[in-house]
């Protein structure tokens, strides 16, 4: 269950990026509020990205907090970036966002680099 929720916040993440990518500087008021909303709930994946964390191998448990620690820092630049009405700051948080979840994803999986 917690895998799925870091899946589906990457994948309405990049939803997000795209149309951020298109009409930020013209967000309203209300697309500023719900943006900062977003955040909020896309923080809470921290907890599951952690729980997963733990439960790697011993040699990726470090680099799996780590990334979790990568993402709740980044959000918490992005609520600024929302309060500032800071579009290249949003556009900013976004991109890293966006590849911390990936990173973090790529973490996972276990196929050896060469074949």
């Known amino acids: 269950q917690q895998f799925n929720r870091v899946v589906k916040a990457r994948t309405n993440w990049r939803a997000l990026s795209d149309a951020s990518e298109k009409r930020a500087g013209e967000f309203s008021e209300e697309e500023w509020k719900t943006t900062k909303q977003y955040l909020g709930k896309v923080y809470e994946i921290n907890g599951d990205m952690e729980f997963i964390a733990k439960t790697l ?14 993402l709740k820092a980044a959000l918490r630049d992005g609520l600024e970036a929302c309060n500032n009405r800071d579009v290249p700051g949003l556009l900013k948080m976004q991109r890293s966002v966006g590849g911390i979840l990936d990173d973090f994803l790529l973490l996972l999986q276990d196929v050896p680099d060469e074949l």
């Open 57 to 70: 191998d011993k040699s990726k448990q470090a680099e799996g907090i780590k990334y979790a620690k990568g």
